[in-house]
């Protein structure tokens, strides 16, 4: 299985202010992936991070808002701007180490938005 | 498209008796399905998954799943539920290289 670490693991924050998270894994990843877990709901997919290039986002989430940097196979950052309570969710990294391989997750990171 | 259906958004068992989570899913070509277990304020865990071969799969903590290609169902099944079985489990499935997951189903397992 993977070793995946995110930090901050929770945080509480003002409207308006932003929060960025990181994702850390033991070794190198062929991808990775950013989900959003709203309350009592299902993931869903943000986007890809991509190596040294801009991440894939999904329809529904846009690099203004969810801006992700990739630089380099172990390390990714996934920032939430402009912050609302509608952005209250926990935010899991997750990662697959060989295309076609199973995907892990990491443990998440807990934002509340006051 | 892709997709996952849990119908049960709750399952409730007595600790000690056969337990059952339903998935069926909808894909094109062979599908790669997985299932994964949610604990209060923890990450998502894998459980096990279907890519080919046996029908049954076996995954961690003593579950498994039965792929039937008929019915496009991927059931969860474990012969005898704990207490600490007690969580939120999602099942998935694989399309264009993402995960598309069903709602989750929350399995309660009273003592």
């Known amino acids: 299985s993977a070793v995946i670490s995110q930090k901050p693991s929770r945080d509480i924050c003002q409207r308006g202010t932003s929060l960025t998270i990181q994702c850390q894994v033991d070794s190198q990843v062929t991808m990775m992936f950013w989900y959003r877990q709203q309350p009592g709901q299902s993931l869903t997919l943000i986007a890809t991070?991509?190596?040294?290039?801009?991440?894939?986002?999904e329809s529904g989430f846009v690099i203004d808002k969810f801006p992700i940097s990739r630089p380099n196979l172990t390390f990714s950052t996934l920032t939430v701007s402009n912050l609302s309570p509608e952005d209250s969710s926990i935010y899991l990294c997750s990662v697959v180490y060989r295309v076609g391989e199973t995907q892990y997750f990491g443990p998440g990171t807990r934002l509340l938005v006051l | 498209a892709q997709s996952v259906a849990q119908p049960e958004d709750q399952v409730n068992v007595a600790e000690g008796n056969p337990l059952t989570v339903k998935c069926t899913y909808s894909v094109s070509g062979n599908p790669y399905l997985f299932w994964y277990v949610q604990y209060p304020n923890r990450g998502l865990q894998f459980l096990l998954k279907y890519i080919t071969g046996d029908n049954l799969v076996k995954g961690s903590y003593g579950f498994e799943a039965e792929f039937n290609k008929s019915q496009t169902s991927f059931h969860l099944k474990k012969p005898s539920a704990l207490v600490s079985d007690s969580a939120l489990y999602f099942c998935?499935?694989?399309?264009?290289?993402?995960?598309?997951f069903g709602a989750g189903t929350r399995l309660a397992v009273h003592p």
């Open positions: 998935a499935v694989r399309g264009q290289n993402k995960l598309i």
């Open positions: 991070a991509n190596q040294g290039s801009e991440a894939t986002y």
